[in-house]
């Protein structure tokens, strides 16, 4: 998870988060470098990090629940590769 600079607390609960997921990598950032700058430096991180996918989400999208398990079951078929968003109003 890339940590833009922010200035909220969230890179203390991301790293307070992290002690039990280890999963989680984060990637704190000393100055706001922009969503898609942020978006290459996950990707680069993804990549050192070794895990099989790389999810790029935007501070203001909001997943509802179970989201995750039908994305990953896409994304395991022998043709899958990426996802995007099936909903509504994504698709208008």
Do not use: Y
């Not at 002690?19 to 989680?24: G, H, M, P, R, V």
């Not at 790389?54 to 039908?70: F, K, M, R, S």
């Amino acid at each position: 998870m890339v940590d833009n600079a922010s200035s909220d607390g969230t890179l203390a609960e991301l790293s307070r988060i992290g002690q039990s997921w280890a999963n989680l990598h984060v990637l704190p950032q000393a100055k706001k470098t922009g969503f898609a700058e942020g978006n290459n430096i996950a990707c680069a991180g993804r990549v050192s990090a070794g895990p099989a996918f790389a999810l790029l989400l935007n501070q203001d999208i909001e997943v509802t629940p179970g989201w995750l398990g039908p994305l990953l079951s896409v994304m395991d078929a022998p043709i899958g590769g990426r996802g995007g968003p099936a909903t509504g109003r994504a698709a208008r």
